[in-house]
């Protein structure tokens, strides 16, 4: 109907075009879609390996010593006040001595900016650099929410390959192909979302080598940091920041299981001061005195999470996942139509490829992933929403019941779909 006639008045509003356009791009989004796929009637119960988030799961429930520091917090009634924009004093401290702890590098709090989770670091990271005409390097496959949030602000962006034969590393001639004289940064997630690969030391070192010859900035995305159960240790980026400027980001939410408490960081890693010389300090205090502040309950509970949680909440979470993995690993490794090039050894989540000529009825990775939802009310998510087209992410972070139960239903389902010999 003509608004004019509905209403009576002519509206002159219209929604922001880059915002309709970023939307489409989610995760959220996507698993919206395949989810209405699930029957009204389905009795034997979804299965959720789509998405990154096992706190519903019992076994995957945080330390109480983060339970009580909430509820600590809150009893107080010392944080019922408004916040500076970077954040409470005593969590940046906190948060500073969790990040110098397992390098030998001395973060000042000074350096670091506590935000609603790491996503609200990436909305800040992007906001900042967004100038016409500079364009960012992403990896592919990667974390969506980049392009969303750049397309949001109208920065260029650019994809660089990962390697699947090679631990996903980092393609670097193809990063340096890529780059022009508009490059401003690039992102690296390590552990990594979606492929579960932990970097090297000395892959590491060559990016931040890459990043100085580039002259970009690299945004470390460590949401994952610590969570390596495989023969590579973790190792933080910013141990390179006499290369190149790093700014990292982290957040309680996946190795404290607790994602909805949205309290995540930033923090730079620059001895040469780069960043300080090129106004991008200045303008993320401004931007963080812009944007909603993380809860002050949650900030003033970040520091007795970090300081008490006890040694066996992170060995018994990291044996957790490495036997979620491995049994991932196994169980998709035997279904024919599917290719597993790396064995997770981090993160929650690993890569595979579908051989479609191997199926009848499936064109592609969005059909394969509909299908199994309407069939098997199983949820993955397609690789093409993360720049892979006909690859899958599977996350392996679910009770180990629900797991192995989901892993039978995709094996049935992709013995179901084969082409008949
Ligand atoms: C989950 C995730 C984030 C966002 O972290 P939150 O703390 O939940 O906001 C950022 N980057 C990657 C790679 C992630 O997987």
Request: with cysteine.
């Amino acid at each position: 109907m003509d608004s004019k006639v509905k209403s009576g008045a002519k509206w002159k509003f219209k929604a922001k075009d880059s915002v309709k356009k970023a939307s489409g791009c989610t995760i959220r989004s996507i698993l919206t879609t395949i989810n209405a796929n699930i029957k009204a009637d389905e009795s034997r119960g979804i299965i959720r390996l789509g998405h990154g988030d096992p706190s519903a799961f019992p076994s995957f429930r945080t330390t109480s010593v983060a339970e009580d520091a909430v509820v600590d917090a809150v009893r107080s009634a010392k944080f019922n006040s408004y916040n500076p924009g970077t954040g409470i004093l005593q969590a940046r401290r906190s948060i500073a001595e969790y990040l110098s702890h397992d390098v030998q590098l001395e973060i000042s709090p000074d350096d670091v900016y506590v935000t609603a989770g790491a996503k609200q670091a990436i909305d800040v990271i992007i906001t900042v650099l967004s100038r016409p005409g500079a364009n960012i390097l992403f990896p592919r496959p990667g974390y969506p929410m980049y392009a969303a949030r750049a397309t949001f602000s109208e920065l260029d962006f650019r994809y660089f390959n990962l390697l699947p034969e090679q631990a996903w590393e980092v393609d670097l001639d193809n990063l340096e192909a890529v780059a022009d004289d508009n490059t401003v940064a690039m992102v690296l997630i390590n552990p990594g979302n979606p492929c579960g690969n932990v970097y090297r030391y000395d892959h590491l070192k060559l990016i931040a080598e890459t990043a100085r010859k580039l002259g970009i900035l690299v945004i470390a995305d460590e949401a994952y940091g610590h969570l390596a159960f495989g023969k590579n240790p973790f190792v933080p980026m910013r141990v390179f920041g006499e290369i190149a400027p790093i700014v990292t980001l982290g957040s309680l939410s996946k190795r404290w299981m607790v994602p909805g408490w949205a309290l995540g960081w930033m923090s730079i890693s620059d001895p040469n001061g780069i960043l300080l010389e090129h106004g991008i300090i200045d303008c993320i205090k401004n931007y963080l005195n812009i944007v909603s502040d993380p809860s002050s309950l949650i900030q003033a509970a970040t520091s007795q999470i970090l300081k008490q949680t006890p040694d066996e909440f992170y060995s018994r979470a990291l044996n957790l996942f490495r036997e979620a993995a491995d049994i991932c690993y196994d169980k998709l490794s035997e279904i024919p139509c599917i290719t597993c090039p790396y064995k997770p050894e981090g993160s929650m989540f690993l890569m595979v490829e579908l051989d479609l000529s191997l199926l009848e009825d499936i064109k592609d990775d969005m059909e394969f992933c509909i299908k199994l939802a309407r069939e098997e009310a199983t949820i993955l998510l397609p690789g093409s929403c993360l720049g892979l087209k006909n690859w899958l992410r599977v996350t392996f972070a679910a009770e180990f019941s629900s797991l192995v139960d989901g892993l039978e239903r995709i094996k049935d389902f992709c013995l179901r779909h084969s082409k008949r010999q």
